[in-house]
């Protein structure tokens, strides 16, 4: 067995912004850490992240993924 193999993969972003790589580690199930110096960024990238969240369970909720 090889060193990692069971490891998950995790999506670091240093730089938060917007949050747009950590709903992409969303939507394919990735394992994220997002870090943001700015304080109204990082409440974007929350809000983005959380509302994308919210959808991805009401579209299981529903059946649809």
């Known amino acids: 067995k090889e060193v990692g193999d069971d490891a998950v993969p995790i999506v670091l972003d240093p730089f ?7 709903v992409a580690a969303e939507v394919n ?6 870090i943001e110096l ?3 960024y990082a409440d974007v990238a ?4 959380n509302e994308f969240v919210e959808k991805k ?3 299981v909720i529903e059946g649809v993924l």
């Open 29 to 34: 199930d990735r394992r994220w850490i997002g």
């Open 57 to 59: 369970k009401q579209l």
């Open 16 to 22: 938060a912004g917007y949050g747009t790589s950590l």
């Open 38 to 40: 700015s304080e109204s």
């Open 46 to 49: 929350r809000k983005r992240v």
